[in-house]
């Protein structure tokens, strides 16, 4: 029997391992929501077992509204994933935030229309928590490194998803402004419900290629553009996750342990049986 991974990277170009890391086995999961969007990576680094993922899979061929979300954080369950620090390219919607800064968002507002966001549906229903949406003690840690490396680190900012994969027009720019959004990408959801709901600790650490269209005095974003800031962008991710590792995987967020349990209001006979068989799968231990 394989010895649990506890540690899990979601990222998406030039997160797929770390240099000095020791790569162990590629695994190819399937579960009862598909296969994940790639191979999964297990390498070994400072003693320490990870996971690593690739959002988008390995050259980038999966739309952000494609993703098989629910697919990623059941494999990695499945692997005994306890922790998951996620990487994601974002537009800054404040001038403080500028290209090539990175965040860690606390807060969430939702704008995408058409991903499937919760293992509980098809005749079995759960209302998880969600005041919260990140892992506080993921956040303390993650920032105490970056103060470590003298990485830049924006925190307790507000994160707007969208649908995509086209980019804001500048009406909806200035709008999210107004609602008090920091940062804008297309992969945080469903992603962290998800997460949640498998009672996995979360946070994502968020990289700014540009300034969105609001600030009419910059170019505006384009491909060519995030592209050039998210590859300059991956070499920083890498020294972060490098001083990281040591930090993760040591048991210190068990906050949501047994939540997910106590979420589900569906009476037992009344639960459809293909989906509690779809989630003995995740859940061997509350089905």
Not at 20 to 42: A, N, Q
Not at 51 to 63: D, N, T, W, Y
Not at 96 to 103: N, Q, S
Not at 139 to 148: P, T
Request: net charge negative.
């Amino acid at each position: 029997m394989q010895e649990k991974v506890k540690i899990a990277i979601i990222g998406g170009t030039g997160l797929y391992s770390l240099d000095g890391m020791e790569i162990l086995r590629e695994i190819h999961s399937d579960t009862p929501w598909g296969k994940p969007s790639d191979v999964i990576t297990i390498g070994r680094f400072k003693g320490k077992e990870i996971a690593f993922l690739p959002r988008h899979g390995k050259g980038h061929f999966i739309s952000p509204s494609d993703i098989p979300a629910q697919a990623n954080i059941c494999a990695l369950r499945n692997l005994g994933v306890e922790e998951i620090v996620s990487f994601s390219s974002v537009g800054s919607l404040r001038q403080e935030i500028a290209p090539r800064d990175f965040v860690l968002p606390n807060q969430i507002i939702d704008r995408t229309k058409a991903r499937p966001s919760s293992f509980f549906e098809n005749g079995v229903v759960a209302h998880a928590p969600f005041a919260d949406p990140f892992s506080i003690s993921l956040a303390k840690r993650i920032e105490k490194v970056a103060e470590k490396i003298k990485l830049k680190l924006h925190t307790e900012k507000t994160l707007i998803c969208m649908e995509g994969p086209l980019f804001s027009t500048r009406a909806e720019s200035h709008m999210y402004r107004s609602w008090g959004a920091d940062i804008i990408n297309m992969s945080v959801l469903p992603e962290a419900k998800l997460a949640r709901e498998a009672e996995i600790a979360y946070q994502m650490v968020c990289m700014s290629t540009d300034y969105d269209c609001w600030k009419e005095d910059e170019e505006h974003v384009t491909l060519e553009m995030v592209i050039k800031n998210l590859t300059q962008n991956a070499d920083t991710a890498k020294t972060l996750l490098a001083e990281l590792i040591p930090e993760l995987g040591n048991g210190d967020d068990v906050s949501l342990i047994g939540t997910t349990k106590y979420s589900i209001v569906t009476a037992p006979e009344k639960r459809n049986p293909e989906q509690v068989m779809k989630l003995k799968v995740l859940f061997p231990e509350y089905f």
